[in-house]
């Protein structure tokens, strides 16, 4: 059983940055595809970013140019390092796993099998 833990969250003034963290533990981490998730109080979870085993990256539209997503698998962590950031990128930031996922369903999370507790991104203007 995987266990994702995130951190890195916190308050930053629009324009700033912050870079979160997914750690993994009880799996083959480089077998996984994680994804970014997010999640605002009445609104659905939405796709943020995924890397891929092979390191093959996807992004929201609302998240190219701005966030970068990459790996380490000796540390069993990915990052998100989130730059430019607005209000809008207020929400819980969720990161999510799984071993299997095919490449069409990578932006919906209910393919996902592993999540982390969530960590709390809040952006002022």
């Known amino acids: 059983q995987v266990q994702l833990v995130e951190s890195g969250g916190g308050l930053v003034q629009a324009g700033g940055s912050l870079r979160l963290s997914c750690a993994a533990s009880?799996?083959?981490?480089?077998?996984?595809?994680i994804a970014w998730f997010r999640q605002s109080p009445g609104k659905e979870r939405a796709f943020v970013a995924a890397i891929s085993s092979t390191r093959t990256t996807h992004y929201a539209d609302s998240a190219k140019g701005r966030f970068t997503i990459s790996r380490d698998n000796a540390k069993n962590t990915v990052y998100l390092q989130m730059n430019s950031l607005k209000p809008d990128d207020t929400a819980v930031y969720y990161c999510?796993?799984?071993?299997?996922?095919?490449?069409?369903?990578?932006?919906?999370?209910?393919?996902?099998?592993?999540w982390g507790q969530g960590t709390q991104v809040t952006v002022s203007s």
């Open positions: 999510a796993g799984d071993a299997e996922i095919i490449l069409s369903s990578i932006p919906y999370h209910v393919h996902y099998d592993y």
């Open positions: 009880g799996g083959t981490f480089s077998r996984l595809t």
